[in-house]
């Protein structure tokens, strides 16, 4: 693939789910992926990652026992399933890859963020 395509994003109401997707495109290394969350008028900010050799995903604080990250090599794609949802998950959610360690924050390398998909969540 030679972009990142983001998508699966909607508008719900709180308590319900999602299921992000996202077709993984050209990057240098992607000893992690990761999902971030760009919050109206705020910045990027990471939500889940996961260790693409093994070990401990990492969640943030908010989203910790509700979001799961996972990937599928096979079509080369990741995925956040988001449960539970709420109001503050409002916002326009990328995914890109780059380093860490295992249970911790992904740091992204060249990062070539795609679009982003959209996620509204009423009460």
């Known amino acids: 693939q030679d972009e990142w395509v983001e998508s699966g994003g909607d508008s719900a109401q709180a308590g319900q789910s999602l299921t992000l997707s996202c077709t993984i495109g050209?990057?240098?290394?992607?000893?992690?992926l990761a999902w971030f969350r760009q919050a109206p008028g705020g910045g990027r900010n990471e939500v889940a990652a996961?260790?693409?050799?093994?070990?401990?995903?990492y969640y943030a604080d908010f989203v910790q026992g509700r979001f799961t990250i996972s990937q599928d090599n096979a079509r080369n794609t990741m995925y956040l399933q988001m449960n539970d949802l709420k109001p503050e998950d409002t916002g326009t959610y990328y995914c890109?890859?780059?380093?860490?360690?295992?249970?911790?924050?992904?740091?992204?390398?060249?990062?070539?963020w795609g679009r982003g998909t959209q996620v509204t969540v009423s009460s």
């Open positions: 996961i260790y693409t050799n093994g070990g401990e995903p």
């Open positions: 050209p990057t240098y290394t992607k000893i992690c």
């Open positions: 890109t890859a780059g380093v860490g360690t295992s249970g911790t924050y992904c740091a992204p390398v060249s990062p070539r």
